[in-house]
């Protein structure tokens, strides 16, 4: 796979977060609106990939405790968001695919100056062409691919987005490529949604996958 421009989630794909996001999400899920863990994992799990605001509005359409659970979640991300560390083979695969040239991208549904903050804590944070995050009417997934497009000048057959979740190989359709890394969902769960394409277990596979178009 010939490309020029290499695409990371940020939670459960560079960084080791998926773990604890779920656990305080569902957590709030259960305090504001009254359902099972069971019903609360499922609920997350369903739309993990999108920015916690939209998995409650979506989950829970029109309730009144929205901003209030949106807000509890986010003071609760953020105090411990800091903690969580990458895979040990994040930083490596980063570097690698720097060596062979290619521009190296952060899309996440985090905000970008939480993920910012996150790898110059790492010191790391100069590796990548650049973080982009969330706000409200600029997400993951066509607002950031147009972006990087725009900006950076890279075609969207020219990119390729890696990510953990099912909305991460959803939001790729119809822009560019999709690797998915089998952590929170599995293969078989990639292939209902419609993904023929590659799927690795660890990011350091990627080098095996990725080379630089000329």
């Known amino acids: 796979m010939e490309k020029n421009a290499v695409i990371f989630d940020f939670d459960g794909t ?4 998926m773990p604890f ?26 739309t993990a990939g999108l920015p916690y605001e939209q ?14 659970a949106i807000e509890d979640f986010e003071r609760l991300k953020i105090e411990r ?19 062979l040239g290619m521009g190296v991208f952060v899309s996440s549904s985090t905000f970008q100056t939480t993920i910012e ?3 110059r804590r790492k010191g790391i944070l100069d590796l990548f062409k650049e973080i982009i995050g969330y706000r409200p009417g600029f ?16 075609q969207f057959k020219d990119m390729v987005f890696i990510g ?8 790729s359709l119809g822009f560019c490529d999709f690797i998915g890394i089998t952590r929170m969902f599995g ?5 209902k949604v419609g993904h023929t394409g590659h799927m690795v277990a660890n990011l350091s596979e990627i080098m095996d996958i990725l080379k630089k178009k000329t």
């Open 139 to 154: 997400e993951k997934g066509a607002d950031h691919f147009n972006h990087i497009q725009s900006t950076h000048q890279v």
């Open 21 to 46: 996001l779920e656990k305080i999400g569902v957590q709030i899920m259960m305090k504001y609106f009254d359902v099972s863990r069971g019903d609360a994992t499922q609920r997350y799990r369903t």
């Open 81 to 99: 968001i800091f903690e969580q560390e990458l895979f040990s083979d994040s930083e490596s695969t980063v570097r690698g695919l720097l060596k």
């Open 14 to 17: 560079l960084a080791d977060s």
């Open 117 to 119: 903050q996150y790898f």
């Open 187 to 191: 293969e078989q769960d990639f292939r």
């Open 164 to 171: 953990d979740s099912l909305k991460d190989h959803e939001r």
């Open 55 to 68: 998995q409650i509005k979506m989950n829970f359409p029109d309730n009144p405790k929205n901003e209030e």
